[in-house]
């Protein structure tokens, strides 16, 4: 299993800035997140409570002209 914690540190090292975010619930309760920025690129996903990611994706924001 891969833990974010090993991903933060991944990032780290590649001039990725991680960032803690409080994510806003669809169901259930919120918390807690780590959101990874570099540039208009952003990474993120879910763990469990153990600290292993479930899920992981990355994305590409629009530049700041686009509409």
Not at 4 to 14: D, G, L, N, S, Y
Not at 29 to 46: C, E, K, W
Request: include cysteine.
């Amino acid at each position: 299993m891969l833990r974010m914690k090993e991903i933060v540190r991944f990032a780290r090292r590649h001039r990725w800035r991680a960032e803690t975010v409080i994510m806003m619930p669809y169901d259930g309760v919120g918390g807690p997140a780590t959101q990874l920025r570099r540039g208009r690129s952003v990474a993120g996903g879910d763990m469990n409570p153990g600290g292993c990611v479930t899920s992981f994706a990355l994305f590409m924001l629009a530049d700041r002209g686009a509409t």
